[in-house]
């Protein structure tokens, strides 16, 4: 079993920055690919960003250039520097790791940019 604990929200300017992190624990794999998700009020839940155990990331356009995904294998722990917040990136962000064809979701936390 892997536990995840998001930490970092809370209620930023339009333009401030958060950074997020993600901690995991239990049995945490070297070879795994984590990301970050968020899910707005009354939308569906989306895809933020990707890193894999090598460090390779992808992101989702409308985020591009403005967030940054990183992670720190010893500390088995993944995080999403977010700049330039705008409204629209107001949302529960949810962590999730992927490691042997199973995934682990974290409890979210919320992220609120006042206009």
């Known amino acids: 079993q892997v536990q995840l604990v998001e930490s970092g929200g809370g209620l930023v300017e339009t333009g401030g920055s958060l950074r997020l992190s993600c901690a995991a624990s239990g049995s945490v794999f070297s070879i795994n690919v984590m990301y970050w998700y968020r899910q707005a009020p009354g939308k569906q839940r989306e895809w933020v960003a990707t890193i894999s155990s090598s460090d390779n990331t992808k992101y989702a356009d409308s985020v591009k250039g403005r967030f940054t995904i990183s992670r720190d294998n010893a500390q088995n722990t993944v995080y999403l520097q977010m700049n330039s917040l705008q409204p629209e990136d107001t949302a529960v962000y949810y962590c999730?790791?992927?490691?042997?064809?199973?995934?682990?979701w974290g409890k979210g936390i919320l992220v609120t940019v006042s206009s």
């Open positions: 999730r790791l992927g490691q042997s064809g199973l995934d682990y």
